[in-house]
């Protein structure tokens, strides 16, 4: 009796819950599949999810070129194209990022098919890693085509390529985990219109991505400093120009510390079902 317990202890360890296919503690496999499928999402359509949002960022240069030109004078010692191109290029990467994980949710439940995701043995930490991976993939390759595609045109370079990839990553990553928050809290798509317009759109418009702080009031200048997509453009222009408003390291501090907080609300959210199961 004892030598069969022993050896039905032994055959479950070894092929371990069934229909689940765990290396360790992690579902590798679903975890996979789960990205694969964030990834197909976008890569499906890339004219709109990828060609879209170059071809939005090239306008902005190409419309403040003939609008400002050099009538505007040098910003913080670079031209002004170059200093806005820093800018456009976080602030499409952050929208994108945005777009991909809150549409994937909010289409998921309003079709009725959000259970095909909760179902399977997926932890809250795999869901929201294979989530995010999603935005940041799709932010990562529009930000690659920007700077690839556009950056050449107007004579710009990056002078520190990882820092600018960290931010870009980290950029991502925050305008991800908002997406999951907004995506569960979201039930209709109205709903997620008003959340972007009222939220994710000013957060990205008022944060230093057409203008410095030192042209604003101190006022002004305190709301910019409590807006973490301020230090997300001001890396970047850093890692791109190699000048910036604010410390680059205290602008990583600030993100990734945000960056987490976000990311413990929405892993949450997934560890208890909140506005999923219901």
Known sequence: ???????????????????????????????????????????????QTLLAPLVTAGLFLLIFSIAVGSRRGDVMGVS???????????????QNSFANVSSSIVISKVQGNIVDTLMPPLSAGELLVGYLSGGILRGALVSCAVAVILFPTI?????????????????????????????????????????????????????????????????????????????????????VLGVSDSSPVLGLVIVTATTAAICGIAWWMFRTGYRLKS
């Open 80 to 94: 002004f194209m170059h200093f806005l191109a820093p800018g456009i290029l976080m602030m499409t990467v952050i």
């Open 155 to 239: 004579g710009l370079s990056v002078a520190h390529p990882f820092l600018a990839l960290l931010y870009v990553v980290l950029g991502g990553a925050l305008l991800g985990a908002i997406g999951i928050v907004a995506g569960v809290f979201a039930n209709k798509f109205d709903q997620m219109a008003a959340i972007t317009n009222f939220i994710v759109t000013p957060l990205s418009f008022l944060s230093g991505t057409f203008y410095s702080l030192e042209t604003m009031p101190p006022v002004l200048q305190a709301i910019s400093h409590a807006n973490p997509v301020f230090y997300l453009i001001d890396g970047l222009r850093f890692a």
């Open 1 to 47: 009796m004892a030598s069969d317990t022993v050896a039905t202890r032994k055959t479950t360890a070894q092929i371990g819950t069934p229909g689940v296919r765990r290396f360790g503690r992690v579902n590798w496999l679903g975890l996979q599949t789960l990205i694969e499928r964030e990834a197909r999402r976008f890569l499906t359509v890339w004219t």
